[in-house]
């Protein structure tokens, strides 16, 4: 039994939002970067592709998305007829910011030979100038249906643009973006800890640079970084991701050791998204009272961002019907 989270003039927090959860019909969907108490409050906890296929399926009348801005806004996109707070609006994403929807069109009218294979983390208005939504867990599957003459452009993670080429012999045009967060391993401090942990296996997010993927063993999405840290036989394992993941790793694997890659001093929290971390239990449970801060999109933009995330789900077998995931 976890001690009660109390704040906002001594008010139990957590059966405040079990008690609100009820009285709003609402869901609360969670991504593995946000604070263990919030997972640990979440009717379902996912990677950007899990979570896009429970928000498109959900009975519920109200999500409270626990995720950055894109992510709630995808909730939105396809769900237009449901409330959807975010608990704290300006929980942006670095990648998202690195493509200005303006710019973003220019480019796709510069290359108009070449069709705009998107990844998941950026604005709606991005979304609506793009062809195809990818996530990590779902690229590589939408790549392998694609003519391989087919001339993509690649917006805006440029590690994970170059991770794909890589892994499917593509030359995809990519965008320069980065996250701020995956950019920030040190390979240097890495290598030290290999040397430390020979035995222990890398398990590394695709945003990472090339000079961190290169000493990955296993690269993936946050849920199959996760499969990979409770399916392995090795009893430490090296995490290159945004380190709050390693809670579901701890509830599912507690007799092994999980340790993230460091950052550039070995010590740094600069792998740590400082956008997941707006969202706190206090502006949960404001959210789901309030109703608020609560996602609107113009329709015109909505239905223009909600195509290429159908072709997403589509491709990557994801189409859901109503109702396959509820309250707790
Ligand atoms: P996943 O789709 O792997 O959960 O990635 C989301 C994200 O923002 C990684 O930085
Ligand atoms: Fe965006 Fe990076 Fe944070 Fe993911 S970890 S939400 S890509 S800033």
């Known amino acids: 039994m976890n001690a009660p989270v109390t704040s906002l003039a001594g008010l139990d927090l957590r059966a405040e939002i079990e008690r609100l959860r009820r009285e709003r019909n609402a869901v609360i969907l969670a991504h593995y970067y946000q604070e263990p108490e919030i997972q640990d409050l979440a009717d379902f906890v996912g990677d950007s592709l899990d979570l896009s296929a429970k928000a498109a399926a959900t009975d519920a009348e109200v999500i409270a998305f626990c995720g950055v801005r894109f992510m709630a806004e995808v909730a939105k996109i396809l769900s237009p007829d449901k409330t959807v707070v975010l608990p704290d609006m300006a929980a942006g994403c670095s990648l998202e910011d690195s493509c200005p929807p303006e710019q973003f069109a220019a480019f796709r009218a510069a290359h108009p030979d070449h069709i705009a294979l998107t990844y998941i983390n950026c604005s709606a208005a991005v979304k609506a100038h793009s062809d195809i939504i990818v996530t990590s867990s779902s690229a590589e599957t939408i790549l392998s249906q694609l003519p391989m003459d087919q001339k993509i452009i690649f917006a805006p993670d440029r590690n994970l643009g170059a991770w794909f080429n890589r892994k499917t012999g593509r030359d995809m045009l990519l965008w320069p973006g980065a996250c701020i967060v995956h950019e920030a391993f040190s390979e240097t401090e890495l290598l030290k800890l290999k040397i430390e942990h020979p035995d222990a296996p890398v398990a590394a997010h695709p945003e990472c640079p090339a000079f961190i993927l290169d000493h990955a063993d296993v690269v993936g999405s946050t849920r199959a970084i996760l499969d990979f840290a409770l399916g392995t036989s090795a009893d430490t394992i090296i995490v290159a991701t945004e380190p709050h993941i390693i809670h579901q790793m701890e509830k599912g694997a507690p007799g092994k050791r999980f340790i993230g890659a460091p950052g550039a001093d070995g010590n740094c929290n600069c792998n740590m998204c400082p ?4 969202n706190t239990i206090e502006k949960l ?16 933009m909505r239905i223009a961002a909600k ?12 189409s859901v019907g109503r109702g396959d995931v509820g309250r707790r």
Not at 307 to 318: K, S, T
Request: no cysteine; proline share 6%; charged share 40%.
């Open 307 to 318: 195509r290429p995330l159908d072709r997403m789900l589509e491709m990557a077998g994801r």
């Open 285 to 300: 449970y404001l959210a789901l009272r309030d109703l608020e801060p609560r996602i609107e999109l113009d329709e015109a």
């Open 275 to 278: 956008y997941m971390a707006m």
